[in-house]
């Protein structure tokens, strides 16, 4: 099929949830670059939304999914799962955690994170319940995790949300401090706000968000969907805070480009589920895990988050320097390869069009932002090579030379 068969069919038989996309398939992909239905190569510096942290067809992953593949892909969870205990163990001895849950996607990992925290207290007879998230934040579109996003837009449409979900603005202690009445079970954070246009929280709010769940008995989730497994620069964000969670969240890069999410929790606080209390059919399943086990082993062997924090500070200099040639640039966030550059007077999404057209993938995120989301290995030469291309659209776009 070409390209405009492709899109006559997903207008007529796709569920109207992404309306008119960029108009592109692709068929292929080699490490960042990728190869669309009619032959055109592309530089991606999104990876599907920060999924594909080692790149596309890494033959390490391509290895572990195809050998697997051609012995079991599912059993169910009845059944012990071999490679799922070697990757819960994986992630057990370079994170926090004692304790792993596996499921199919981000929501469904703050789905569970959500649940735990509340069965930790009820299994104590203790009435705390509510849980506290940021402005800007994003969890996720199950009616528990849209509930805990701080964006009215994605919960309008399907109010009433569950309740027991109260917002405060990022970075202000104050506010946090307020709502922290005895009945808030969980705070629950991201420490670069992805979606919210890239807005990281400060080490000292967030060593203060700690000292105050250790004081009130409230527990501190770190949703790591974004920011987790290299991308900010160490393996979890909350290293470059000298925190620890007691539940942290994973998916995206997890499992390198194939769906699977992970709810990591403390040995105490992963007494909130007993055997029946949460399940699922298929995640942690074989395939899934003989993939992120590979995805997560070559994130850690090859390094890839000194990567992240070389070519991210090195990329984050680079966009700071142009911003004195381009009033435009309002402004440059991130951490690592999470990289936000806030637009003033240009659009970012028309920004995000014309990168396309010369053949390289951004994203946006709220505010007017375009968003930078590379594959973990990027390297300093291939954000060079993007230099001139972002210059010249924004020239394009009148985000005229100072
Ligand atoms: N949490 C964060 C921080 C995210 O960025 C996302 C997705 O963008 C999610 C949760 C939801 O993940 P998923 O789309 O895999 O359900």
Redesign the pocket.
Known sequence: MNINEIIELDKKYYANTFGSRVPVCFKSGNGIKLISSEGKEYVDLFAG??VSALGHSHPTLVKAITEQAGKLLHCSNYYYVEKQGELAELLANNSFADRVFFTN??????EAAIKLARGYFSKQSINKFEFISLNK?????TLA?VAATGTLKYQAPFAPMPSGFIKVDANNFEQLEAAATPTVCAIIL?TVM??GGVIPLTTEYLQKVRKLCDEKNILLII?????GLGRTGKLFSYDHHNIKPDIM?L??ALGGGF?I?AMLASEKVSLGFEPGDHGTTYGGGPLACAASFAAVSEIINSDLTSNAATVGTFAMEAFNAISVEFPAIKAVRGQGLMIGIELDGVSASDVKTLCFEKGYLVGIAGGNTLRLLPPLIVTKKDIQDFIPVIKSVLKELGGVVK
């Not at 934040?137 to 579109?141: A, Q």
């Open positions: 939304v920060a996607s981000g929501a469904e990992a703050n934040s994003f969890h996720g579109r995790t991201e992805g979606e949703d790591e969907v974004q920011t969240t998916a995206k769906p999410g």
